[in-house]
T-cell receptor, first 116, second 112 residues
Framework: GAGVSQSPRYKVAKRGQDVALRCDPISGHVSLFWYQQALGQGPEFLTY????????KSGLPSDRFFAERPEGSVSTLKIQRTQQEDSAVYLC??????????????FGPGTRLTVL | AQSVTQLGSHVSVSEGALVLLRCNYSSSVPPYLFWYVQYPNQGLQLLLK??????LVKGINGFEAEFKKSETSFHLTKPSAHMSDAAEYFC??????????FGQGTRLTINP
């Protein structure tokens, strides 16, 4: 079956531009996560959705970052007024059940954002 | 607070040699632990996970890991390295019921 897909795979933005990154989770997966992976680092948590509800946004680095999942499936991560420090790979993951720490998270290929 | 430490940002082994990637965790409660592999320009793929059942966990591609509570470790091993094992490996702990906390990663290089 289809895995988690993300688009675009690569995005180049000029400093100050707004960007929108899309995630299509595995069909039927309740939980959706966004992570940010800087070059040479491990992924860091940004935000978590259970269906359409954003239950944890503690990892969003600033109010320029906004995520939504309005119908409980596709999610969009939006970054306003991009800065060079926003350059990273943005990973989306989904899991089948809500609130299960042992549940496997399935990752998409990521979107590599480069801010010039 | 839960966290993981991966010892060695780079590990190099010869093809056919033992692979050992180290991971230590800190957790106030029995953790759920994961090993993921990341190939260039790809997302993370689960190798194996510990969910407080058997302490020796077998995963895909011949990898296994042993949960040792007394050492707070969850090291990843493979008896015989293959060229296709060259990748970045991440240890992670589940924090609360949702997010994963990842280590810094270990880049594994296989020498022919």
């Amino acid at each position: 079956g289809a895995g988690v897909s993300q688009s675009p795979r690569y995005k180049v933005a000029k400093r100050g531009q707004d960007v929108a990154l899309r995630c299509d989770p595995i069909s039927g997966h309740v939980s959706l996560f966004w992570y940010q992976q800087a070059l040479g680092q491990g992924p860091e948590f940004l935000t978590y959705f259970q269906n359409e509800a954003q239950l944890d946004k503690s990892g969003l680095p600033s109010d320029r970052f906004f995520a939504e999942r309005p119908e409980g499936s596709v999610s969009t991560l939006k970054i306003q007024r991009t800065q060079q420090e926003d350059s990273a790979v943005y990973l989306c993951a989904s899991s089948l059940t809500p609130g299960q720490g042992a549940d496997t998270q399935y990752f998409g290929p990521g979107t590599r954002l480069t801010v010039l | 607070a839960q966290s993981v430490t991966q010892l060695g940002s780079h590990v190099s082994v010869s093809e056919g040699a033992l692979v050992l990637l180290r991971c230590n965790y800190s957790s106030s409660v029995p953790p759920y632990l994961f090993w993921y592999v990341q190939y260039p320009n790809q997302g993370l793929q689960l190798l194996l996970k510990y969910t407080s059942a058997a302490t020796l966990v077998k995963g895909i591609n011949g990898f296994e890991a042993e949960f040792k509570k007394s050492e707070t470790s969850f090291h990843l091993t493979k008896p015989s390295a293959h060229m296709s094992d060259a990748a970045e490996y991440f240890c992670a702990v589940s924090k609360g019921a949702q997010k994963l906390v990842f280590g810094q990663g270990t880049r594994l290089t296989i020498n022919p």
